[in-house]
């Protein structure tokens, strides 16, 4: 379970999650006296806090063993399921190679690179390219974009549509017979209006948006991919306590990927890179890695 499923007030689940506590496992180490100092309350509240996720959590885990026993699954169908599982392509073929075919569903895939470099532009690109149809090796799904640093560009991306259906109409004049009609009803705008735009503006909010990421997903299930454009931009920026913001990016790490799992879609991590000394050298490095 979730911190924003607990039963307490709104305001102690704000105060949980601003303090990095993002799952029901992340309190389950901790004393009454530091939580309440963490959220500056009292220990009584912290006592009773941590009295209803603990009792949360214990029905929480009986489900979960159940669903565990009768959920098992064998590594041959495994496989089979990772084979049959469709790939979103990035319009670079060198890149779809290196990456085993494409961005891959059910995983979270991170990129990074300098400034400059076109991180958005292929943040841009994949939430554009997951609606291809299916006739044409796509998903035909929709996407939702994070973007914490206000660099997503409609133009660009209303460009990068037109340049996709112009793609699956050259396809088809080689291959294919039937993609006037489809040609017709596919336009520009329909594809931006199918990619869920969010802009960020502090790690709070960041936070908040991945938790309410479930129910968005269990309501818009023609989602496939999720791109967050970029993952550690407001860590970076406003955090001092380095503990707390490991724990943090943890927590919404584990969150992604079991959304990954839950949902079947592909989630797409930008980052930038920093430099790092090591062996009596300097390396770039994903940053807070």
């Known amino acids: ?3 924003w499923r607990l039963p307490i007030s709104a ?14 496992s992340s309190l389950s180490s901790i004393s009454s006296s530091d939580l309440a100092r963490e959220l500056n ?46 790939h979103i392509t990035t319009s670079s073929a060198d890149l779809d190679n290196i990456l085993g075919g494409g961005i891959h569903c059910k995983e979270v895939t991170e990129i990074g690179g300098v400034p400059g470099i076109g991180k958005t532009q292929l943040g841009i690109q994949i939430a554009v390219n997951v609606q291809i149809p299916n006739d044409f090796g796509g998903l035909g799904g929709n996407s939702i974009y994070i973007d914490t640093e206000g660099s997503f560009m409609v133009e660009r991306a209303f ?38 735009y969010f802009r960020i503006c502090s790690y709070t909010e960041q936070i908040a948006l ?45 969150k992604l990927m079991n959304l990954a799992k839950r949902f079947s879609l592909a989630v797409v991590l930008l980052n930038q890179v920093t430099t790092k000394h090591t062996e009596a050298s300097f390396q770039l490095a994903l940053a807070l890695v």
């Not at 294919?176 to 931006?192: G, S, V």
């Not at 023609?222 to 407001?234: A, L």
């Not at 860590?235 to 919404?252: H, I, Y």
């Open 1 to 3: 379970m979730e911190i």
């Open 11 to 24: 305001s102690q689940r704000g105060k949980l999650i601003s303090a990095g506590y993002t799952s029901l």
């Open 41 to 86: 309350v009292s220990e009584s509240e912290a006592m009773n806090i941590l009295k209803v996720a603990s009792h949360s959590r214990g029905s929480e885990t009986s489900n979960a063993s159940c669903s565990i026993v009768e959920g098992a699954q064998s590594a041959w169908d495994m496989l089979h399921d990772e084979e049959s599982l469709m």
């Open 159 to 196: 460009q990068i549509a037109e340049a996709c259906i112009e793609d699956m109409s050259e396809y088809n004049r080689f291959l294919r017979k039937d993609f006037q009609e489809c040609k017709i009803k596919m336009q520009p705008q329909d594809i931006l209006e199918n990619i869920f």
């Open 210 to 254: 991945i938790n309410y990421l479930d129910k968005f997903l269990s309501e818009n299930k023609d989602v496939k991919v999720i791109v967050v454009d970029s993952v550690t931009f407001h860590f970076r920026q406003d955090f001092d306590d380095m503990a707390l913001r490991t724990r943090v990016l943890s927590g919404m790490a584990l």
